[in-house]
């Protein structure tokens, strides 16, 4: 092992890294909206999209790089759920299940003239869409959508939602079906970005169908098939968020490394004393062991064999390491990361928000448990 | 798809990085690229999309793809064709057998087009609505014009400005397909307005002119800056040029022992001679490449192998290359594409490691070259160009009569009926000098020693 341990930063990364950096803190509240839209052009420009969802095969090598010099680049963990947001949330389903015509909106997607968001989590159905309240009645040729949906990210922005709902609850997963909505849609209706403590950088927020109106092709996959649109897009996205959180926990080890051989007290450097050093070897482990765990998640993912109880094991295992990552780092920096904007203290915030999105812990618990037979 | 001497276009670009990754990487001091950004410098955009990022610096695979569209449109020229110039081989009496690539036959009259085709089309993908760029002697310039008209680009050029007033047809050609045009040091960018205080008759050097088309292009938020020559994205796409030669020298039954081009940044030197590196490689053969530069601008005989920056001002990341420092101008020689003060990084390594040959000529001996293959050959090359015919002639001369005959293959990397005024001015004798500013080349080269003292210092 060199210096610090860590392998080589390929180009790529190092490129994204240096992307991430140049966009600068995310705003809060006045002028939040503008410097999201700002970043999103920025990283149209420099092909995110293009590498995440490309015309042809993902190249997953090039796809972990991205993913985790972002992850270290960007402040905080916001600005990359907004992209993770848009690209696998909103586009790895209509990459999948959608026609000809819905394809058309793919350059854009790539191009960053249009935003996607994905409208499933209700305020009573999170992970479990069989409870969805939001239905879909069938008038003719067209479809007609009512609900509310809740923590939807990139709704401030987005110009189309991926909305999950049901013909009728009782049909269970069979009755769900996935409608490509325009924001434009008369009775589509998006909340304030709600406050809250941490993943600053993208939006999330409420948003309303009344009565809104699409045509039966606006309707992604076949009728009925709206869970497996959303099993597909949740697949995706616990695979490579967990990239980005790679990146967070590299920068945040190399931080409290070199921080740990600086600070002085009692007249040698912290990391001189064992219990510091043990919560960076600790920080070390889990970045290894998460990095071996992600590209072998990506890789399966790419051939298309991965399952969902292995995404859901990756992004549990990789949540958790960031957060008790986090928590290091925090304690490593002492009374200096708890103070207003501290990068620590961002950090670990947006951590706890990572053992939440895109299902809880304990959701993938239960996923991975039912993958083994435990069902109950 | 079009076929010239029985080859069709390759349909991919030859990764030159994959056979020599030991020059791939920067060997930039750690802690050097940080001591030398500003702190303007950290809140700059990347400039190259992922895809370009990817093309500069991956060692993984042999080639890469060249996509459909691209392929479309460098048919509209490609394969070019490769000659022999029988007529100048009697004319030396050596015993050689010369020939040619000639890439003049684009609207941007030079290889110039292979690149900018690729740079535009990239970054139009990635949804950027405008490129900025510097141009020397005009070519690149009309090239990413041309490219970015294709693409629904806006264009902006800085173009040198010595080269400028040399070529005023350049501009009109730029202007025809929309691009907006400065003179530079322009009054346009802060970076032209410092230039003009060290350099009130704007001359201009293209590390100027690069400068501020940087400064224009963090200004917006779907600009970017496009790179001419020295990035290895720019002599990966420039490898077609030595990809098609491989094949029409083997259509003919040939193998050069010696490729020979000129050496701005080493765009069209790379593009020729990279692949027959790799073929030489293949075949068992053995194969010697020789870069010409010009007496004015002797980066590769007179210059340091050193850590430098590429622009004027500064933002540039810094590589370790063959440089006169950024802060020579050259005198305002005809051979605009070549007063360039820096070098290829790859191919700088590469010639630290006796990897080619570099020889220096002085205008007068490059122009005649380019005059004497216009009486034999019937083809005006640029005055770029000429330096490669003059490296080709010295080669033929010097081979020894009695030994089995030289194969030479020289790069035409363009035409020069834009530069008719160097001819006329080589032939009624009224070049102005051309040799260095010797003062002025030992003051920048001491900064450059001194650059190197600071940061390597600093960084240990
Ligand atoms: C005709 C021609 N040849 C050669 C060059 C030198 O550039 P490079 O070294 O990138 O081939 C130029 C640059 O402007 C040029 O216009």
Known sequence: ?376 | MSKTQGISIPKQWCNFLYDFPQYAGQDVPRGVALLTQGTRRVSVVPQQPLSLVTQSNSISEPYHEIPERLLELYSQYRPTPLRRARELERRLGANARIYYKYEGLNVSGSHKLNSALAQAYYYAKAGIQELVTGTGAGQWGTALAYACKLFGLRCTVFMVGASLRQKPQRRAMMELFGATVHESPSDATEVGRKATQKDPERVGSLAIATGEALEVAHGGKRVRFAVGSGENCVLLHQTLIGGEAVEQMGALGEFPDHVVACMGAGSNFGGVGLPFLRAARERERSVRLLAVEPAACPKLTRGLYALDINDFSGTTPINRMYTLGSNYIAPPIFAGGLRYHGTSAFLSAMLADKGFDAMAVPQREALSAGLLFAECEGLLPAPESAHAIAGALDLARKHPGDAPPKVILLNISGHGLFDLSAYEHCRSDTLAPDAPNEALLSESLRHVREFNTRITGASS
């Not at chain 1, 497996?228 to 409290?256: D, I, N, Y």
């Open chain 1, 1 to 376: 092992m060199d210096g610090n341990a860590l392998p080589a930063e390929p180009p790529e990364l190092q490129a994204a890294r240096m992307f991430g950096q140049s966009l600068g803190v995310p705003r809060i509240g006045v002028g939040a909206e503008a410097w999201f839209r700002e970043s999103w052009t920025k990283a149209a420009g420099f092909g995110v999209f293009e590498v995440l969802m490309p015309d042809g095969a993902l190249d997953a090598p090039t796809v972990l790089s991205v993913l985790e010099g972002l992850g270290m680049g960007c402040k905080g963990g916001g600005f990359p759920l907004g992209l993770g947001a848009h690209c696998f949330g909103f586009a790895s389903g209509l990459l999948r299940f959608g026609d000809e015509e819905q394809k058309r909106l793919l350059p854009s997607l790539r191009d960053g003239s249009a935003i996607g968001a994905l409208a499933a989590t209700e305020p009573g159905a999170g992970s479990d869409v069989m409870s969805l309240r939001t239905r879909f009645r069938v008038e003719g040729d067209t479809c007609v959508l009512t609900g509310d949906k809740c923590f939807i990210t990139n709704a401030r922005e987005a110009d189309w939602f991926l909305v999950l709902a049901t013909k009728n609850p009782r049909l269970h997963y069979r009755g769900v079906s996935a409608f490509l909505v325009p924001r434009s849609a008369p009775g589509v209706e998006v909340g304030i970005d709600e406050p809250r403590m941490g993943m600053h950088g993208c939006s999330v927020c409420s948003v309303g169908f009344d009565e809104v109106r699409v045509p039966r092709s606006a309707m992604v996959g076949l009728s009925g098939q709206g869970a497996t649109v959303f099993q597909h897009a949740l697949l995706w996205e616990r695979s490579m968020l967990a990239g980005f959180h790679l990146g967070m926990m590299r920068k945040q080890f190399l931080t409290s490394l070199s921080y740990a051989k600086t600070r002085q007290q009692f007249g040698r450097p912290i990391g001189a004393h064992q219990q510091v050093a043990a919560r960076l070897v600790d920080m070390l482990v889990r970045y290894r062991t998460s990095a071996l765990l992600v590209r072998e998640t990506v890789t399966r993912l790419v051939a298309g064999v991965l399952t969902a109880g292995e995404a859901s094991l990756t992004k549990l295992y990789v949540s958790e390491a960031a957060l008790a990552s986090g928590t290091d780092a925090f304690r490593v920096h002492g009374g200096m990361g708890f103070m207003e904007g501290s990068d620590v203290g961002v950090e670990l915030r947006d951590a706890l928000g990572g053992i939440l999105y895109s299902g809880t812990s304990e959701i993938q618990k239960v996923i991975i448990a039912s993958e083994l037979g435990l069902d109950p």
